[in-house]
């Protein structure tokens, strides 16, 4: 005999559905470097994300857009919503705080490109230093074929201080400041970071350049060495006395680890990071930015964008200073 009463199954929820899986893989990528970024966490892996969040934003804004296109409004709140935490994680090294400057004092203008060290285009890293017009050159990565040519390319710039030329298997380079202003050297230091620095008696004094180049955050050659080879910059620094500018390419935006290493160790100040100069075969809005010009704080930046292209995979930063209110 039977009753009336059936019995039920659980119910299930709804099954994600193939278009589903799709945006929430597409979404995750973004999401993870943002929170990577978010989170300042200072292991290699959420570091190394945290590099891109400038070519993230506008990708997941496309993204977003393509969602509302085909009606999908949850996914495009949610791409949205991801959107806005990569600018909240751009926004350190794009808007990095800035001093007031001391009205009247005198401005200082410097050019630094790395120029990659297989890169023959002497004509073009000719004319874009020649465009930026800069009172202090800072060249990482001359290969060979410019340094040949280094008085064409250096025709404005009598004082110079170079590196030896070093032999790589990315290619021979070595690193030069060119100046205005009479130059001397700052002593090399054997402690493994490869640096060119000189004092350039400038218009605001005596000060002092340093030129370097970090090894890269991977494929990594030793899991600290960026660390280290900024723990030796550090050094260097707190030797100098008087303002200090340190520029070249630091492999790593200026929010992420080794950003923040150079703000708590080094005492150094960041110029605007926006738009980027890597790799420069991207429209420059959708770079990131390892190429910097960092400043102790009795310097304060006037204006920064980015130079005519060297032929190089970098783009070259154009900077003005001047002195900083106390």
Do not use: C
Request: charged share 15%.
């Amino acid at each position: 005999m039977t009753t009336g009463v059936h019995h039920q199954g659980k119910r299930r929820g709804p099954a994600l559905r193939p278009f589903d899986l799709v945006a929430l893989a597409l979404v995750s990528g973004p999401l993870a470097i943002a929170l990577s970024a978010l989170a300042g966490l200072g292991h290699r892996g959420p570091d190394l994300l945290a590099q891109f969040v400038a070519p993230a934003m506008p990708a997941t804004l496309v993204l977003a857009a393509l969602f509302l296109l085909v009606r999908r409004p949850g996914w495009f709140a949610a791409a949205a919503g991801v959107a806005g935490l990569l600018f909240l994680s751009a926004w350190p090294q794009w808007f990095p705080a800035q001093t007031l400057p001391e009205p009247g004092a005198p401005e200082v203008r410097l050019y630094s490109a790395n120029l990659w060290a297989r890169n023959g285009d002497v004509e073009a890293i000719a004319a874009s230093v020649a465009e930026a017009d800069a009172d202090i050159v800072v060249l990482i990565e001359l290969g060979d074929a410019p340094a040949a040519r280094l008085d064409e390319v250096l025709q404005r710039y009598p004082h110079r201080v170079a590196t030896p030329r070093v032999d790589r298997t990315s290619g021979a380079a070595r690193s030069v400041i060119a100046s205005r202003y009479p130059l001397s050297a700052i002593p090399d230091r054997p402690d493994g970071l490869h640096a060119v620095g000189a004092v350039a008696q400038t218009p605001l004094g005596p000060v002092n350049v340093l030129g370097v180049h970090l090894t890269r955050p991977w494929p990594f050659q030793e899991q600290w060495g960026q660390i280290s080879q900024t723990m030796a910059l550090t050094a260097i620094r707190r030797a100098l006395d008087g303002p200090v500018i340190v520029a070249g390419d630091f492999n790593s935006v200026s929010s992420a680890r080794i950003g923040r290493q150079m703000k708590a160790e080094a005492g150094l100040l960041p110029a605007p990071g926006f738009p980027g100069t890597w790799p420069a075969a991207l429209p420059a809005p959708l770079g990131v930015t390892i190429d910097h010009v960092w400043r102790s704080p009795d310097l304060t930046v006037i204006s920064r964008r980015l130079g005519r292209p060297t032929g190089s995979d970098h783009r070259p930063v154009v900077v003005e200073f001047t002195r900083a209110l106390p």
